[in-house]
Nanobody
Framework: VQLQASGGGLVQAGGSLRLSCAAPESIFKISDMAWYRQAPGKQRELVARAASSGTTNYADSVKGRFTISRDNAKNTVYLQMNSLKPEDTAVYYC????????????WGQGTQLTVSS
């Protein structure tokens, strides 16, 4: 299963950027879609998750600044990132995940975000 992530880049602190991740329709509609990130020398961490039910949750570090949303017509999940900070610099990965049968997780390729101070 291929997830297509895009939208990373270089932005100044305080700026905004939007990441996108498209998934196959058959996977998207029954999956929770999430964004993770991994900074150099650190473990990969959950940034935000949008469940197939519509429920969302966020890491404390991004609450109030990032918004995850799903476009079910386009089978795409977005991560709108505002008020970016240098500590947001990381490779961002999207993931399609499901804990109920059939359980699975699929990763997209990473997209680099660099926030300059």
């Amino acid at each position: 299963v291929q997830l297509q992530a895009s939208g990373g880049g270089l932005v100044q602190a305080g700026g905004s950027l939007r990441l996108s991740c498209a998934a196959p329709e058959s996977i998207f509609k029954i999956s929770d879609m999430a964004w993770y990130r991994q900074a150099p020398g650190k473990q990969r961490e959950l940034v935000a998750r949008a469940a197939s039910s519509g429920t969302t949750n966020y890491a404390d570090s991004v609450k109030g600044r990032f918004t995850i949303s799903r476009d079910n017509a386009k089978n795409t999940v977005y991560l709108q990132m505002n008020s970016l900070k240098p500590e947001d610099t990381a490779v961002y990965y999207c993931r399609a995940e499901r804990v109920y049968v059939p359980a699975y997780s699929y990763w997209g390729q990473g997209t680099q975000l660099t926030v300059s101070s």
